[in-house]
Protein backbone atom coordinates (compact mmCIF):
# COMPACT_ATOMS: atom_id res chain seq x y z
CA UNK A 1 0.00 0.00 0.00
CA UNK A 2 3.05 2.41 0.81
CA UNK A 3 4.83 1.39 -2.28
CA UNK A 4 1.57 2.29 -4.22
CA UNK A 5 1.24 6.07 -2.47
CA UNK A 6 4.93 6.89 -3.01
CA UNK A 7 4.57 5.71 -6.97
CA UNK A 8 1.43 7.66 -7.03
CA UNK A 9 3.24 10.68 -6.05
CA UNK A 10 6.28 10.61 -7.85
CA UNK A 11 4.21 10.59 -10.49
CA UNK A 12 2.71 13.17 -9.47
CA UNK A 13 6.02 15.12 -8.91
CA UNK A 14 7.14 14.45 -12.34
CA UNK A 15 3.93 15.41 -14.21
CA UNK A 16 4.36 18.57 -12.55
CA UNK A 17 7.62 19.21 -13.61
CA UNK A 18 7.05 18.05 -17.24
CA UNK A 19 4.18 20.88 -17.24
CA UNK A 20 6.39 23.07 -15.60
CA UNK A 21 9.64 22.71 -17.84
CA UNK A 22 7.46 23.04 -21.02
CA UNK A 23 5.93 26.52 -19.90
CA UNK A 24 9.24 27.90 -18.87
CA UNK A 25 9.63 26.40 -22.91
CA UNK A 26 7.05 28.38 -24.17
CA UNK A 27 7.55 31.74 -22.67
CA UNK A 28 11.23 31.50 -24.20
CA UNK A 29 9.86 31.31 -27.15
CA UNK A 30 7.64 33.78 -26.42
CA UNK A 31 10.45 36.33 -25.86
CA UNK A 32 12.30 35.01 -28.73
CA UNK A 33 9.74 35.91 -30.64
CA UNK A 34 9.21 39.43 -29.90
CA UNK A 35 12.80 39.44 -30.51
CA UNK A 36 12.68 38.28 -33.63
CA UNK A 37 10.27 41.22 -34.07
CA UNK A 38 12.26 44.13 -32.55
CA UNK A 39 15.37 43.15 -34.78
CA UNK A 40 12.82 43.76 -37.86
CA UNK A 41 11.05 46.78 -36.89
CA UNK A 42 14.83 48.12 -35.75
CA UNK A 43 15.71 47.28 -39.26
CA UNK A 44 13.07 48.85 -40.91
CA UNK A 45 13.59 52.14 -38.94
CA UNK A 46 17.36 52.02 -39.69
CA UNK A 47 16.36 52.31 -42.77
CA UNK A 48 14.39 55.27 -43.00
CA UNK A 49 17.21 58.22 -42.81
CA UNK A 50 18.60 57.08 -45.77
CA UNK A 51 15.46 56.90 -48.10
CA UNK A 52 14.48 60.08 -46.35
CA UNK A 53 18.01 61.80 -47.56
CA UNK A 54 17.18 60.09 -51.25
CA UNK A 55 13.78 61.39 -51.38
CA UNK A 56 13.99 64.78 -49.57
CA UNK A 57 15.92 65.98 -52.87
CA UNK A 58 13.06 65.10 -55.43
CA UNK A 59 9.88 65.72 -52.85
CA UNK A 60 11.17 68.83 -51.09
CA UNK A 61 7.25 70.55 -51.66
CA UNK A 62 5.81 67.07 -49.95
CA UNK A 63 7.31 68.39 -46.34
CA UNK A 64 4.06 67.36 -45.02
CA UNK A 65 4.20 63.99 -45.95
CA UNK A 66 8.16 63.98 -45.09
CA UNK A 67 7.54 65.20 -41.25
CA UNK A 68 4.44 62.69 -41.00
CA UNK A 69 6.96 59.61 -41.68
CA UNK A 70 10.24 61.18 -39.50
CA UNK A 71 7.57 61.82 -36.63
CA UNK A 72 6.00 58.01 -37.15
CA UNK A 73 9.71 56.85 -36.70
CA UNK A 74 10.50 58.77 -34.03
CA UNK A 75 7.83 57.61 -32.07
CA UNK A 76 8.06 53.86 -33.13
CA UNK A 77 11.81 54.22 -31.95
CA UNK A 78 10.44 55.43 -28.83
CA UNK A 79 7.86 53.08 -28.63
CA UNK A 80 10.84 49.95 -28.74
CA UNK A 81 11.96 51.00 -25.45
CA UNK A 82 10.39 48.60 -23.08
CA UNK A 83 6.89 48.54 -24.51
CA UNK A 84 4.58 46.10 -24.82
CA UNK A 85 3.22 44.16 -28.05
CA UNK A 86 -0.11 46.62 -28.29
CA UNK A 87 1.95 50.00 -27.68
CA UNK A 88 4.62 48.92 -30.24
CA UNK A 89 2.17 47.78 -32.97
CA UNK A 90 0.16 50.59 -32.55
CA UNK A 91 3.16 52.96 -33.31
CA UNK A 92 4.59 50.57 -36.06
CA UNK A 93 1.51 50.72 -37.70
CA UNK A 94 1.63 54.39 -38.32
CA UNK A 95 4.70 54.32 -39.38
CA UNK A 96 3.72 52.09 -41.92
CA UNK A 97 0.77 54.22 -42.83
CA UNK A 98 3.53 57.07 -43.02
CA UNK A 99 5.28 55.26 -45.27
CA UNK A 100 2.57 54.04 -47.40
CA UNK A 101 1.73 57.35 -48.35
CA UNK A 102 5.15 58.17 -48.99
CA UNK A 103 5.46 55.36 -51.33
CA UNK A 104 2.09 56.78 -52.80
CA UNK A 105 3.24 60.18 -53.18
CA UNK A 106 6.66 58.87 -54.98
CA UNK A 107 4.91 57.59 -57.73
CA UNK A 108 4.08 61.06 -58.93
CA UNK A 109 8.27 61.74 -59.07
CA UNK A 110 9.41 59.70 -62.59
CA UNK A 111 13.20 60.74 -61.62
CA UNK A 112 13.08 59.67 -57.84
CA UNK A 113 11.24 56.13 -59.06
CA UNK A 114 14.35 55.65 -61.42
CA UNK A 115 16.90 56.58 -58.82
CA UNK A 116 19.01 53.53 -58.45
CA UNK A 117 19.83 54.34 -54.12
CA UNK A 118 15.75 54.66 -53.91
CA UNK A 119 15.13 51.18 -56.24
CA UNK A 120 17.53 49.27 -53.25
CA UNK A 121 15.63 51.12 -50.59
CA UNK A 122 12.28 49.75 -52.52
CA UNK A 123 13.55 46.43 -52.32
CA UNK A 124 15.07 46.02 -48.75
CA UNK A 125 11.88 47.50 -47.15
CA UNK A 126 9.82 44.90 -48.97
CA UNK A 127 12.07 42.16 -47.77
CA UNK A 128 11.98 43.45 -44.48
CA UNK A 129 8.47 43.63 -44.26
CA UNK A 130 8.68 40.48 -45.44
CA UNK A 131 10.70 39.43 -42.01
CA UNK A 132 8.38 41.31 -39.85
CA UNK A 133 5.85 39.54 -41.13
CA UNK A 134 7.23 36.11 -40.30
CA UNK A 135 8.69 37.01 -37.44
CA UNK A 136 5.07 38.46 -36.26
CA UNK A 137 3.34 35.00 -37.26
CA UNK A 138 6.18 32.89 -34.81
CA UNK A 139 5.81 35.45 -32.15
CA UNK A 140 1.53 35.14 -32.16
CA UNK A 141 2.48 31.61 -32.74
CA UNK A 142 4.36 30.84 -29.30
CA UNK A 143 1.93 33.25 -27.46
CA UNK A 144 -0.78 30.97 -28.58
CA UNK A 145 0.94 28.00 -27.56
CA UNK A 146 1.64 29.47 -23.98
CA UNK A 147 -1.52 31.40 -23.59
CA UNK A 148 -3.22 27.54 -24.42
CA UNK A 149 -0.56 25.92 -21.66
CA UNK A 150 -1.21 28.59 -19.06
CA UNK A 151 -4.95 28.74 -19.59
CA UNK A 152 -5.71 24.86 -19.59
CA UNK A 153 -5.82 22.27 -17.03
CA UNK A 154 -4.08 21.01 -14.77
CA UNK A 155 -1.09 23.07 -16.22
CA UNK A 156 -3.23 26.07 -14.88
CA UNK A 157 -2.57 25.45 -11.69
CA UNK A 158 1.02 25.14 -12.07
CA UNK A 159 1.09 28.46 -14.28
CA UNK A 160 -0.85 30.04 -11.64
CA UNK A 161 1.34 28.76 -8.68
CA UNK A 162 4.97 30.05 -10.75
CA UNK A 163 3.16 32.92 -11.66
CA UNK A 164 2.85 32.61 -15.46
CA UNK A 165 0.56 34.64 -17.05
CA UNK A 166 -0.68 34.91 -20.68
CA UNK A 167 1.12 36.86 -23.12
CA UNK A 168 0.11 39.56 -25.55
CA UNK A 169 -0.08 38.99 -29.40
CA UNK A 170 1.51 41.58 -31.30
CA UNK A 171 -1.52 42.65 -33.73
CA UNK A 172 -1.87 45.85 -36.12
CA UNK A 173 -5.12 47.26 -35.12
CA UNK A 174 -6.20 49.14 -38.62
CA UNK A 175 -6.81 46.52 -41.41
CA UNK A 176 -5.04 49.14 -43.93
CA UNK A 177 -1.80 48.23 -41.35
CA UNK A 178 -1.84 45.61 -41.75
CA UNK A 179 -0.83 45.12 -45.42
CA UNK A 180 2.72 45.55 -45.87
CA UNK A 181 3.71 49.33 -47.95
CA UNK A 182 3.46 49.02 -51.66
CA UNK A 183 6.82 49.88 -52.96
CA UNK A 184 5.50 48.64 -56.86
CA UNK A 185 6.96 51.37 -59.43
Known sequence: ME???LVAVVAVAGYAIVIYNALVRQRQMVSEGWSGIDVQLKRRTDLIPNMMETVKGYMGHE???LEAVVKARAAATSAAAGN???ARARAEGELSSALGRLLAIAEAYPDLKANTTFLEFQQT???TEDEIQMAR???NGAVRDLNIQVESFPSN???NAFKFSKAE???LENEAERQAPSVKF
Open 169 to 171: YFE
Open 125 to 127: LRA
Open 63 to 65: RET
Open 3 to 5: WVI
Open 84 to 86: GPE
Open 137 to 139: RYY
Open 157 to 159: LLA
